[in-house]
């Protein structure tokens, strides 16, 4: 099991897309003692199988010992504000939700969370190292996982259930024969955006 501490994990998924929100996820967990067995096969959820994950993100919110909250910013915002603002915004929105005042708060990456004003750190690779933040990566993963796959519904010619909004060469090839969506961030296209103006 990873190491634990009583304190509240925040981790986000989603600085790196083409397309869509930046999602952050706070948790906190009550009791250490309860809940061993999803603990014990908690890892960092880059290292765990999709399969893995979604089962153990059903547990997770299922279990009244883990509180969780997220906090999303809006490829809106991301554009206005640019991408690491906008995953400050998003984990103070998720910060604000889950309204525990009290704790320590563990932040995966190297800087601390702008605009929050409690107790907080930072961790590299906290996701891989602390129980908390490893929770709260497995949720915001497979939360902004399901956001991608509900996209592929009304943007069906992108391929968002595969890459996720991620800009890979399917990605982009995609961009350039349909066009840029309401969704995508206008700030991490400027190359394409600029060959299309050029065009007209």
Known sequence: MLEYSDVIGVDEVGRGPLFGEVVAVCAYIKDINKDRDIF???????????KKREELYEKIIKSDNILYAVGIASEKEIDEINILNATFLAMNRALEKLDIKDKMVIVDGNKLIKGYNG???????????????????????VYR?????????????YGLENHKGYGTKKHYEAIIKYGITDKHRKSFLKKILEVRDNEV
């Open 40 to 50: 014990e096969k908690i890892n960092d959820s880059k290292k765990l199988s999709e």
């Open 119 to 141: 107790k907080q750190e930072f961790l590299v690779k906290a996701d891989s190292k602390n129980l908390t933040v490893s929770l709260a990566s497995i949720i915001a993963k």
């Open 145 to 157: 996982d399901n956001m991608m796959k509900e996209y592929a519904k009304v943007y069906k010619n």
